[in-house]
């Protein structure tokens, strides 16, 4: 239902991009975000967009990542800019419709190195 991709190794100072694409039921999720979990952490919300286009970001992102959205193609893009060592992480889409059901992606890893 929601697939992730655009993960990779990068040097810090650089950038990826990550994209989600979403089909059949959540065409229409009331919420659609970046979570992420780093080794032996708790997975944390990174990003996410309401469907009134209001976008909330993690506090040590804000400034580097922006979070976006196409319509038409039912998509989201996480853009990461300036990435430092600790965003190293497993990156999760996720969406949430309107009955509260919560969907997962299968996770792309960012592995940012010093």
């Known amino acids: ?3 992730a991709s655009g993960g990779g190794l990068v040097q810090a100072g650089g950038s990826l ?3 989600c694409g979403a089909s059949g039921k959540i065409f229409g ?5 970046w979570y992420r979990q780093a080794p032996g952490k708790e997975r944390e919300l990174v990003a996410i967009i309401l469907n009134n286009g209001i976008r909330n970001y993690e506090n040590s992102v804000k400034g580097r990542f922006t979070i976006s959205r196409d319509i038409a193609k039912n998509t989201i893009d996480l853009q990461m800019n300036n990435l430092k060592p ?3 992480a497993v990156y999760f889409c996720y ?3 309107s009955a509260g059901t919560v969907y997962w992606g299968q996770g792309t890893l960012v ?3 010093s």
């Open 1 to 3: 239902q929601l697939q």
């Open 17 to 19: 991009r990550l994209s």
């Open 29 to 33: 999720a009331n919420a659609r975000g």
């Open 86 to 88: 600790e965003d190293t």
């Open 95 to 97: 969406a949430k419709t």
């Open 111 to 113: 592995t940012v190195s």
